[in-house]
């Protein structure tokens, strides 16, 4: 998984992204937000840019469970 950043600070705060939420899935999280503001945040519309962002959320959380694990079965090593 590319883990750079695909949008620049000035793109998210020209997006109106929220500090917590500019984190490697933003550039998912700008068009999400441009439909849901479009279609007045209807649930059954956006669903596939919804899908994308919550795909792309799950694999960032696996890589980070990932390294915990790695960086915890490397101190047990140590002992």
Known sequence: MDRTMLVTQEELRAAKIDLPYRDYCAH??????VCRRETCFLPWKCEHER????????????????QQNA???????EQ
């Open 71 to 77: 960086t915890k079965a490397a101190l047990k090593e």
């Open 51 to 66: 899908h994308i962002y919550e795909k792309c959320q799950y694999k960032e959380y696996m890589l980070r469970v990932a």
């Open 28 to 33: 998912l999280l700008i068009p999400l937000n």
